[in-house]
């Protein structure tokens, strides 16, 4: 598949955007007229620039508001189109976006609009270029691309085609079925956007929301699919206009928008042969290696230069000390099938934070290689010859995934080049296994961060919650696997810290079959809880019967409480250390839920203590 995108996705100038498209491998480029008017090159510059680069021009764009017009505005048009036909000239691109009219059109009629767009086309072929039509979803008369399609039937003219663009026939939910109707040699262009499902108005949604395939919820696979049965093989191309990427770090973006174009391709042949295909259509979408789901966390690692706090709170939760890896500066603690392995090798002054997470899947090497053909970058690790070697990535967050062997038993071999459990230490209730891993974001690459962790690591996004929080609105995005093996929760860090510090909150939870007694043993080797307050306690009598002893243990032990028609959940967290905190939960029955009523005393309770430890 030929791989486009708009100059308007990203931010720089447009000789910064070519290189940061050229570099993350795409094909060609569309240009979006703004970016080549505010430029300092000249469109000859522009086109030997694409050819130093090896990217193709495949389209000027937007032409606007053409159509349904009086016979002066039309006359004026042309004079316009003329000029703009002449430029493309010379930037040697031959296809024009033109969209419907928004704004000036007067005249709806089908046979007036063909009869202007046919003058159009024969202006066009006068010049040598080509006339893509698309149909703007708020368009005055023209909104739906199959009625532009008719006009372009119509009008049947060599030099005037359809512009498809998914965010048009989308956002409007119509069926992208009969795409499949139309002659591949009418489709001029398309253009790819995803969008979450926003009630708002659709130009509004448009401008500012579109996002990459794969970070939103259109059903793109669907829509590829039937593109490929009409036998297009033009460029597919992505028009994103969103805020945040407009003002990002411009090669991190191009990234995130190559890896979205090589998700979409295998997601459009996925569904091909959903459909009992073997597809074989020229768009020739690629497939990746399809990789299952990884089973579970095989461990999560925290970087400290002082790791005395850490260890301690681990001791005082019931993990036992494995000691040092026989070669390497890290430590293992266990708790039944939790792994924590503490990194020493931290630069002297950063706290304990969150630097790995380990998944069990079934192959890693071709786990590694999918998530490389999905642009992630590769962690060098050194390893002796007789230790495992784990194939390590990088997420947009830096956080490094480690790709492990998993096992049937949730056992991990490595952990034999550490000490063995010291024997006889049995706690009660401390069957335990890594429940989640919470990760914070930076809002600028929350977008990116969901489809990295869907495309390279097969994890389902699901609908995010907005917890309220001293600091805000955090969203909340869960990403799971169906048996919710794993769990990782991906929370907006919160704008005041991300100007003060680097280093944002973020929690490993271990789930467990007594939480009570977790915490009463914790408690009696001195754990310091996070501190719930008094009003909480109350809150839940009147939310809950619950009996008045369970009560007090609750508030006694710091623990949270949550219930719903599935089960129950009793959770508590620790104090923080650096920028790590730890919590423990207890499913009841089939709960499947982070107690999220809680999740905002959580926020405001670590909020106070950051106030008065600042
Ligand atoms: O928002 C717009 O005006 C606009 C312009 C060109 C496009 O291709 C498009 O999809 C939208
Ligand atoms: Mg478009």
Request: charged letters at 20%; proline letters at 5%.
């Amino acid at each position: 598949m030929r791989t486009g995108i708009a100059t308007v996705c990203l931010s720089g100038t447009l000789s910064e955007k070519m290189d940061a498209c050229a570099r993350a491998g795409f094909d060609g480029i569309e240009i979006f007229e703004q970016d080549l008017v505010t430029s300092a090159l000249s469109p000859g510059d522009v086109r030997r620039r694409a050819a130093d680069l090896g990217l193709t021009l495949d389209l000027y764009q937007p032409f606007r508001d053409f159509d349904g017009v009086d016979d002066d505005l039309l006359a004026a048009n042309l004079r316009r189109a003329a000029a703009k036909f002449d430029l493309m000239g010379r930037l040697g691109i031959d296809t024009i976006l033109v969209c419907s009219n928004v704004a000036t059109a007067t005249r709806g009629e089908d046979d007036v609009l063909a009869a202007q767009l046919s003058q159009l086309a024969r202006l066009a072929g006068d010049h040598g270029v080509k006339v893509a039509y698309e149909a703007l979803a708020w368009g005055k008369y023209v909104s739906d691309f199959e009625h532009a399609h008719r006009l372009v039937e119509a009008v049947d003219h060599p030099n005037l085609g359809t512009c498809l663009d998914s965010f048009h026939i989308l956002s409007r939910e119509w069926d992208t079925a009969p795409i499949e109707k139309m002659e591949a040699s009418k489709i001029f262009f398309v253009q790819v956007a995803d969008a979450p499902k926003l009630s708002l108005d659709v130009l509004s949604w448009s401008r500012h929301y579109r996002v990459f395939p794969g970070e939103g919820q259109f059903e793109l696979a669907k829509f590829m699919g039937h593109l490929a049965r009409t036998g297009y093989d033009g460029p597919v191309s992505l028009e994103i206009f969103n805020d945040v990427f407009r003002q990002s770090d411009v090669a991190r973006t191009a990234v995130d928008a190559m890896r979205s174009l090589v998700w979409l391709q295998e997601q459009g042949a996925a569904w091909l042969a959903g459909e009992g295909e073997t597809h074989r259509y020229p768009l020739q979408l690629d497939t990746l290696p399809r990789v299952p789901e990884p089973t579970g966390f095989n461990f999560a690692e925290v970087k400290a230069a002082d790791t005395s706090a850490l260890e301690t709170l681990l001791g005082q939760l019931g993990f036992s000390s494995r000691g040092r890896h026989r070669t390497k500066a890290v430590q293992l603690w266990t708790m039944g099938q939790a792994r924590v392995v503490i990194n020493e090798t931290a630069p002297t002054l950063s706290g304990p934070a969150i630097s790995a997470v380990g998944f069990d899947v079934e192959n890693p090497l071709l786990a590694s290689s999918r998530a490389q053909q999905l642009k992630a970058p590769v962690v060098p690790r050194k390893t002796q010859a007789d230790e495992e070697v784990f194939q390590g990535i990088s997420a947009p967050d830096s956080t490094e995934i480690f790709l492990c062997q998993g096992t049937p038993d949730g056992t991990a071999a490595w952990t034999a080049e550490f000490g063995q459990a010291p024997a006889g230490r049995s706690i009660k209730g401390a069957s335990a296994v890594i429940d989640h891993v919470n990760l914070a974001q930076p809002w600028q690459h929350f977008d990116e961060a969901v489809l990295f962790y869907s495309s390279a690591l097969a994890l389902a996004p699901q609908p995010f919650a907005e917890v309220p929080s001293p600091t805000g609105l955090v969203r909340s995005q869960i990403m799971d696997t169906a048996d919710r093996g794993v769990r990782l929760v991906l929370n907006l860090a919160p704008l005041i810290q991300q100007g003060r510090s680097k280093t944002y909150q973020e929690h490993i939870a271990f789930a467990v079959d007594d939480l009570v007694s977790i915490a009463r043993a914790a408690k009696k080797r001195g754990l310091q809880f996070l501190g719930i307050p008094a009003n909480y306690y109350e809150d839940l009598a009147a939310r809950f019967d619950l009996e008045p002893g369970f009560l007090d243990t609750l508030r006694d032990l710091n623990l949270l409480y949550d219930r719903d028609a599935q089960g129950e959940f009793l959770h508590f967290y620790t104090a923080t250390v650096g920028s790590v905190f730890l919590e423990m939960v207890e499913r009841r029955g089939g709960y499947d839920g982070y107690g999220a009523p809680n999740a905002p005393v959580r926020h405001a309770v670590q909020y106070d203590l950051r106030q008065t430890t600042a």
